[in-house]
């Protein structure tokens, strides 16, 4: 049987029982029902059931009814080797550490060139569902209410909310409201952006010794000229019309001296940098190319004296208003020594987003050496100072285990921007994030994401008002993929901070790619050498469970499927800290 002899699957107007012997229909269904019946029993998934139980009961009609069908009034169910809900994959390849090794439970629907079994969906049933014409499993966000169009016409009727009124409710079979399986990269990480950016951040006025690291709200204008009078650039002369100039001995003008007398032709006095400048003053003469003949009481020039040499006139830097630095710009201590000199005591900022971290998992450790199939938790130490680099204010870890309950309650009564989880995002037996993000009629903005290491990674809306959750993977460089691809374009959103600009940089080797999806290579920038570019070197140890070459990078890579040649250009991630030391080259690359 091929694809276009069902019925609503590639848009044709095939039947059921028209192009074969009814045994090999009977054996070709069967094989679809032990295909889908063994991907409910391998990931535990009531959506797999459902989608079971209502084959059944098509095929129970068919026989009885024994009719051609017209393609737009078949519900679009998801077929063999779809993934369902965008968690089929197996992340063994993941943990085996192989960058282009294949899924292993991908069905035979993802291999290219196989019709069977990677059929589209009918458009005429996603027309029907979605006047708009978008599709609802694209993504899409919603600029009417900045959410992903609305699945809830494309599920099965016993996954339809339980609650109409809420249309994120559930049944006890349901799964999250979620757009289409896997985005791609670069569309998962501008969704996360947008997300992060769709409120309306709120204002806070904070001292100055407690902005330092937040982001401006509002533009820095001066309150004053800088500088507020004309001061002396040097420690020297002041003098007024030309020399030789007449000075008193023992006389000076000092910082944060009282406004003196103007200062009459032929004469000089003493004069500190930073100190007011009388009126009537030409210029300043720096000691050192002074000539003072003390016995005569006369100063002279050891260079001709220009009007105006080595004063700081009113207003030089900045006048009253003028725009110092934009809003959106992080208070760094330049930042807070500009606003200081500008008049500032308290500057307005976002406030940072408050962050939760949850490490879900019993096999994990917090001291000690691994012991008996258990190891040690990486993440916990990890995420907090590395959320912290991105602006937020992070909680101390929570350690939930593989516990549901714990992780339902924990989520519920959270009142941070945004939840981080590690872990259980597959769907494996204790992989409890979805189910709990079901119960609580969570809607997922992001299932899975095409890219290696890192593809389970998740982004969620627990509520129309907050807080977000982004659910990471377990292994250490698969979680770091998912913060540099949603929560850090997220946080950047909830604090008001630009977007990282994206660049590019030649790579200097060879680096393979995944046959289908993105990846995220660890790399350390090199100075060109005689006369060379500057490039990247991808590191070694990156594989998924690896940390060893990411502690050693300053960046990762952006490699598209297929992989790059030596001496192309590669977007480039910079990571949050300094660049990485000399004594990495060599030692990773």
Request: with cysteine; net charge negative; aromatic share 2%.
């Amino acid at each position: 049987m091929t694809g276009g002899d069902l019925p609503g699957r590639d848009g044709t107007s095939g039947t059921r029982g028209v192009t074969g012997p009814d045994s090999a229909l009977a054996r070709a269904e069967a094989e679809e029902l032990a295909v889908e019946q063994a991907l409910a029993l391998v990931g535990g998934r009531n959506h797999a059931r459902i989608q079971v139980n209502d084959r059944a009961r098509n095929r129970a009609g068919d026989q009885a009814n024994d009719r051609p069908r017209n393609p737009a009034d078949e519900p679009a169910h998801h077929q063999p080797g779809d993934r369902a809900d965008g968690r089929a994959r197996s992340t063994a390849d993941d943990q085996a550490g192989n960058p282009v090794g294949a899924r292993a439970n991908d069905q035979a629907g993802d291999r290219p060139g196989d019709p069977a079994n990677h059929r589209p969906s009918n458009p005429a049933n996603h027309q029907a569902n979605h006047p708009s014409g978008n599709s609802a499993n694209d993504g899409t966000w919603n600029p009417v209410n900045d959410r992903p169009h609305d699945r809830a016409d494309d599920r099965p009727p016993d996954q339809l909310p339980s609650d109409p009124t809420n249309p994120h409710a559930t049944s006890v079979y349901g799964t999250p409201n979620s757009p289409s399986p896997e985005h791609p990269w670069d569309q998962a990480r501008a969704l996360a952006a947008r997300a992060g950016r769709r409120g309306v951040a709120s204002v806070v006025r904070l001292s100055l010794d407690r902005a330092l690291g937040h982001v401006l709200a509002e533009p820095l204008a001066a309150l004053t000229d800088l500088p507020s009078f004309d001061t002396s650039a040097m420690d020297g002369w002041a003098v007024a019309g030309p020399g030789p100039w007449a000075y008193e001995e023992g006389t000076g003008l000092r910082a944060g001296g009282d406004p003196t007398a103007p200062l009459p032709d032929g004469t000089a006095v003493r004069i500190a940098t930073g100190a007011r400048i009388p009126a009537d003053t030409t210029a300043v003469i720096r000691s050192e190319h002074a000539h003072v003949d003390e016995a005569r009481g006369l100063l002279s020039a050891r260079r001709p004296v220009v009007t105006g040499q080595d004063i700081r006139p009113r207003g030089q830097e900045c006048g009253s208003g003028d725009q110092l630095v934009p809003a959106g710009t992080v208070v760094t201590p330049a930042v807070l020594g500009l606003a200081a000199a500008a008049g500032y005591d308290a500057l307005p900022a976002v406030p940072r987003p408050r962050v939760d971290v949850l490490v879900l998992g019993d096999e994990l450790l917090t001291s000690g050496l691994p012991y008996d199939g258990l190891i040690r938790d990486a993440l916990g130490p990890m995420l907090g100072p590395w959320l912290r680099a991105l602006g937020a204010e992070v909680s101390a870890p929570r350690r939930l285990g593989d516990d549901a309950e714990a992780l339902r309650e924990a989520l519920a009564s959270s009142d941070a921007d945004l939840i981080v989880t590690t872990g259980g995002t597959a769907a494996g037996p204790v992989d409890h994030v979805h189910p709990v993000l079901a119960a609580l009629g969570a809607e997922l903005l992001v299932d899975g994401v095409a890219v290696r290491p890192g593809h389970p990674m998740l982004l969620a809306l627990l509520a129309p008002e907050g807080p977000y959750l982004v659910g990471l993977p377990g292994n250490p460089l698969a979680a770091v993929s998912g913060l540099l691809t949603l929560a850090e374009p997220l946080l950047a959103g909830l604090a008001g901070r630009p977007a990282q600009d994206a660049y590019r940089a030649l790579v200097h080797a060879d680096v393979p790619g995944h046959p289908h999806d993105t990846r995220l290579v660890p790399v350390v920038h090199r100075a060109g050498r005689a006369g060379g570019r500057d490039h990247v070197a991808p590191l070694r140890y990156n594989g998924p469970a690896m940390l060893r070459g990411i502690a050693a990078a300053d960046g990762l890579a952006v490699v598209p499927a297929g992989g790059v040649r030596s001496g192309t250009e590669v977007e480039i991630l910079d990571l949050p800290w300094a660049p990485a030391t000399p004594w990495t080259e060599g030692c990773f690359t």
